[in-house]
């Protein structure tokens, strides 16, 4: 359990740094580069990921695993109605659409999901203990 929620926040940490966003003329953002809060909200649902795995908290590993769905579900909706709402000065709806398309989404969403995937998985580890079967002494 410790080695797949480390593995899933180093993931989660390194898809943070990976371009998310490409806009023209600017280049690539990534989580810092679209929203400063946005990128604290989700540094720290990875640190206390990695507090999760040292503790071996199982449940604490789930919710951060769940909590970064739900950042990038909420960042990817943000960026989508940032990106429609910029372009509103423009009068003509087509032109907002093709000025909004230019937007391109990168990479490192990918990133993040692969590393969200081994925090939601994460199961106890489950101790069986066998009882050796009791042998009659006169088999002996």
């Known amino acids: 359990m410790k080695i797949q929620g480390v593995i899933g926040a180093l ?3 390194a898809g943070g740094m990976c371009p998310l966003v490409h806009v023209p003329i600017i280049g690539n953002w990534n989580y810092f580069g679209i929203d400063q809060s946005l990128g604290t909200i989700f540094y720290v649902i990875v640190v206390l990921a990695f507090l999760g795995a040292f ?3 199982t449940g604490l590993l789930r919710g951060c695993g769940w ?7 909420l ?3 943000a960026v989508w109605f940032k990106s429609h709402d910029y ?3 423009i009068h003509f709806k087509k032109l907002i659409n093709l000025a909004s398309g230019m937007v391109k989404y990168k990479w490192g969403w990918f990133v993040i999901l692969a590393g969200v995937l081994p ?4 199961r106890k580890k489950v101790i069986v203990i066998q009882q050796i079967p009791e042998v ?3 088999e002996v």
């Open 87 to 89: 372009f509103s000065f």
């Open 11 to 13: 993931l989660l940490a």
């Open 55 to 57: 503790l071996n908290k």
């Open 119 to 122: 925090l939601i998985t994460v």
């Open 67 to 73: 909590a970064a769905v739900v950042m990038v579900i």
């Open 136 to 138: 009659p002494l006169s």
């Open 75 to 77: 960042t990817l909706s």
